[in-house]
């Protein structure tokens, strides 16, 4: 009987402005993903202290990796064989700013991240490379108009360019689909791929996330 095959998750991270991903080349041994709220406590006349829950927190990422110098049996495919290539690609995301989708395949580990940080070094003689790879999970902002009198009553919340509505691609969606669902328009898709950077419009995949501008911007 054949021995059972073991697939190894994948960690990726996706630059989706580039619409390009580095998977890393060995499959870290563990990850641990926080979620949580702000919870405030104050102290009330006669109650004691109440927890108010507040805002999600943005959580901070931490995965050790190894970037191997040698091919090794636990490689991903078609892993390359340069350890300082990944740290260099790993420095250029942390100093450009650049905005991640930090995704584990086969679970619903999606998420929007920078690089904080990197710490690398070598330990064995073998020329691999050891990292501890440090994320903080992103949050798109929003800018506030107010009135020019400062009537706070008057403020609206709105978009800035940075802040583009955006559509996380899900298993059966097509650009066509999305342009209908977004502007009553299937036939924009050709324009959105353009404004998305994707070469071929008629391939997306799941976990993609597509930029939906205003439709005077396509």
Known sequence: MPKDV????????KDTEKNAELVLPVTPPSFEVPHGINIETINIHTLGDVALPGYGTLATLKIDCMFPA????????NTELAPYAY???FEDWSDNHTILRFIVSDTTVNIPVLIKEIMYGEKDGTGDVYATI????????????????????????VKTATTAQTHIVKS????????????????????????????????IYVGDVIKIPDRSLL
């Open 6 to 13: 073991i697939k190894l998750k994948k960690i990726i991270f």
């Open 70 to 77: 040698k091919k090794y049996p636990f490689n991903q495919p």
């Open 87 to 89: 740290v260099k690609k």
């Open 134 to 157: 440090t994320m903080r999970e992103y949050r798109q902002l929003s800018a506030v108009q107010v009135s020019k009198t400062g009537n706070v009553a008057r403020t609206a919340e």
């Open 172 to 203: 059966g969606d097509t650009l066509s689909a999305i342009c209908r669902k977004y502007y009553g328009d299937a036939s924009l898709y050709p324009k959105l791929a353009a404004f998305n950077n994707i070469k071929n419009p008629n391939l």
